[in-house]
């Protein structure tokens, strides 16, 4: 698990997970957070690694120290159940199969999710790309065969899973895993899902990483300000 300043709410994730994978080994990498996520990890994950900043290096430096076989990839916002890890073990039972990912929920009751869930679930069975947030899953053989994660600081995630897919199989496995709405409600959530929707269209479309870098900093910037804008409405 990568994280940086998630001191709120990393504790209740390692515990939930903790429930649901008791024999799984839990790696937490962060990523160079200045609140007390490492004080809050450390006893509760069977490994705390200080480690580089970048997502893609955190989860390779996680992945490289893994005794395990079998590497599972989770955010810090998502919520998993305890059907995960048999779904893990019947998609990777078929040796052609080099990994795969979890069907995406939307935290929220707001009917807009579930259209957009169903849309995003749709592409990734279409497409056969996803995203972290998916819960992305492999053996290490085949992660050490591909490099592992590309060292970007966008989309690694779909680059790494089109690698995946070039070294076997790659499966949409019928267990949901929940994602928090926290993005989504910042600016709205139709605008951020159009948003992302154009990000993977221009990726697909083999546009430079530069431009797709720009326009996410854009839109970070553009979400801080109707942040800050609220929070001055609020005082």
């Not at 690694?156 to 928090?180: H, N, W």
């Not at 797709?212 to 801080?224: H, P, Q, T």
Request: glycine content about 6%.
């Amino acid at each position: 698990m990568p994280v940086l300043n998630e001191a709120e709410i990393i504790g209740e994730f390692l515990e939930k997970v903790r429930l649901a994978a008791p024999a799984s080994e839990i790696i937490v990498v962060d990523g160079g957070s200045s609140d007390a996520t490492l004080a809050v990890v450390r006893p509760l994950a069977d490994q705390t690694i200080a480690g580089p900043h970048g997502r893609a290096r955190q989860m390779n430096t996680g992945a490289l120290r893994a005794h395990g076989q079998i590497l599972w990839f989770l955010h810090a916002d998502s919520t998993i159940s305890a059907t995960c890890l048999a779904a893990i073990d019947e998609a990777l039972s078929e040796s052609a199969v080099a990994g795969g990912c979890f069907r995406l929920e939307i935290d929220s009751p707001r009917r807009v999710y579930r259209v957009r869930d169903a849309i995003g679930n749709l592409c990734v069975d279409l497409f056969q790309i996803a995203l972290g947030d998916r819960g992305l899953f492999c053996r290490k053989e085949n992660f050490l065969a591909i490099g592992g994660y590309p060292n970007k600081a966008l989309l690694e995630d779909a680059d790494f899973y089109c690698k995946l897919r070039r070294s076997g199989r790659v499966r949409q496995v019928p267990v949901t895993i929940q994602t928090s709405a926290r993005r989504y409600e910042a600016l709205g959530p139709i605008r951020t899902s159009l948003f992302y929707l154009l990000i993977m269209i221009l990726y697909f479309a083999r546009v430079k990483r530069s431009i797709l870098e720009r326009m996410v900093d854009a839109f970070m910037v553009s979400k801080a300000t109707v942040h800050q804008r609220s929070v001055r409405q609020i005082d």
